[in-house]
């Protein structure tokens, strides 16, 4: 099993592009979560679904959007990326709410 | 706001020593889990305690919760070179939805 896989590992954007993230997992998990962390910081929690077709807000929700369309995938949207946006992003998945798995994390820097 | 408040920031210990790292919370909470990330890699789950719990063992790990100080310790007993990492608690605020709320983490380092 892969685990919980992201596309792509590293990305440089200019402001005011867009990009989508992807998260795939093969653990059929339902819940899963999208977090960006910054240096020297925890998690932050920015869009969370707990099932497929649905999606709700997290700590820091502003300019980005999601799409939960396939269980196994939750997709992360920048549609206008800001230099306050860099970051390392990290998806996971759970089942039944508790512990969570990891992706390897998508470095995403904005010009 | 982030819920988990960890102290010390950094720890460096030397290879046999324990580390201890201490996570203060703000609210209630159905359990408290504590992860590890290696440099430039996801985190990755260490153990879960729930708020009947007031203490956990796996391997050399021992978590102890005081739900009434809501606070919770993590104990790494004959630390390892390996060990060194960021460990990260983290709290649901009693959520059903499984959302976590992290601390801003212990980075530890464990000396050869």
Known sequence: NAGVTQTPKFRVLKTGQSMTLLCAQDMNHEYMYWYRQDPGMGLRLIHYSVGEGTTAK???PDGYNVSRLKKQNFLLG?????????SVYFCASSYGGY???FGPGTRLTVL | SQQGEEDPQA?????GENATMNCSYKTS???????RQNSGRGLVHLIL????????HSGRLRVTLDTSKKSSSLLITASRAADTASYFCATDGL??????????????QVKP
């Open chain 1, 58 to 60: 997290g700590e820091v």
């Open chain 1, 78 to 86: 920048l549609e206008s990326a800001a230099p306050s946006q860099t």
């Open chain 1, 99 to 101: 512990e969570q798995f």
């Open chain 2, 11 to 15: 720890l460096s210990i030397q290879e």
């Open chain 2, 29 to 35: 909470i159905n359990n408290l889990q504590w992860y």
């Open chain 2, 49 to 56: 305690i729930r708020s009947n719990e007031r203490e956990k």
């Open chain 2, 95 to 108: 959520s059903n939805t499984g959302k976590l709320i992290f601390g801003q983490g212990t980075t530890l």
